[in-house]
């Protein structure tokens, strides 16, 4: 089965930070990848999806680039709603692999 | 869209856990769309547990795959999680998701989640 890891799995920036976030897979996974955004007691909400293609509505501060087995979901200017945790997620074959989770905090 | 998962809070330890999903402004019989249960423990990432399609071709998460079972009612609009033999580590918020063919699998739809605790 494919892992999928994030890193760091805690991050502390302050408004207005550039944020880079990195999810690798134990093997290629092509560009089968999402992110997602969650609120404590919220359920996640998707950001990106196809490694790079930005969700309909979602600021674009927020983008996804990678293919193969590293990933990275970057804000370019961290604001104070984006405080949440992130989650990448890998699709393949009915299958779906979460990494743990990267918490994004107040610094 | 959206979704709804219903189905008890509290569950003895050894039974079986029994939730449903309603989808809403939307068929479940659509061929976009599979349809996703996602769990996450207490203060812990996220869990696939299981997923099905509509022409009732299910996956399901090795680690979980001897004790879980995805259904999907099309008369009702509805799919289904069945956890059996549940211990205290099922304790979680249990999500339904909607992953879209049009979103290369990206679960584009959550349902709020529903707490289940499992206790005796």
């Given at each position: 089965d494919i892992q999928m890891t994030q890193s760091p799995s805690t991050l502390s920036a302050s408004v207005g930070d550039r944020v880079t976030i990195t999810c690798r897979a134990?093997?290629?996974?092509?560009?089968w990848l999402a992110w997602y955004q969650q609120k404590p007691g919220k359920a996640p909400k998707l950001l990106?999806?196809?490694?790079?293609s930005l969700e309909s509505g979602?600021?674009?501060?927020f983008s996804g680039t990678g293919s193969g087995t590293e990933f990275t979901l970057t804000i370019s200017s961290l604001q104070p709603d984006d405080f949440a945790t992130y989650h990448c997620q890998h699709y393949n074959s009915y299958s779906y692999t979460f990494g743990q989770g990267t918490k994004v905090e107040i610094k | 869209p959206q979704l709804q998962e219903s189905g008890p809070g509290l569950v003895r330890p050894s039974e079986t856990l029994s939730l449903t999903c309603t989808v809403s402004?939307?068929?479940?019989?659509?061929?976009s769309y599979h349809w996703a249960w996602v769990r996450q423990p207490p203060g812990k990432g996220l869990e696939f547990l299981g997923s099905i399609y509509y022409t009732g071709t299910t996956y399901y998460n090795p680690s979980l795959k001897s004790r879980v079972t995805v259904s999907v009612d099309m008369s009702k609009n509805q799919f289904s999680l069945r956890l059996s033999?549940?211990?205290?580590?099922?304790?979680a918020v249990y999500y339904c998701a909607r992953p879209s063919g049009d979103h290369y699998?990206?679960?584009?739809v959550w349902g709020h989640g529903t707490t289940v605790t499992v206790s005796s």
């Open positions: 134990s093997q290629t996974i092509s560009n990106i999806y196809q490694a790079s979602v600021p674009s501060r | 402004s939307g068929s479940i019989s659509s061929s033999s549940v211990t205290a580590a099922d304790t699998y990206g679960m584009d």
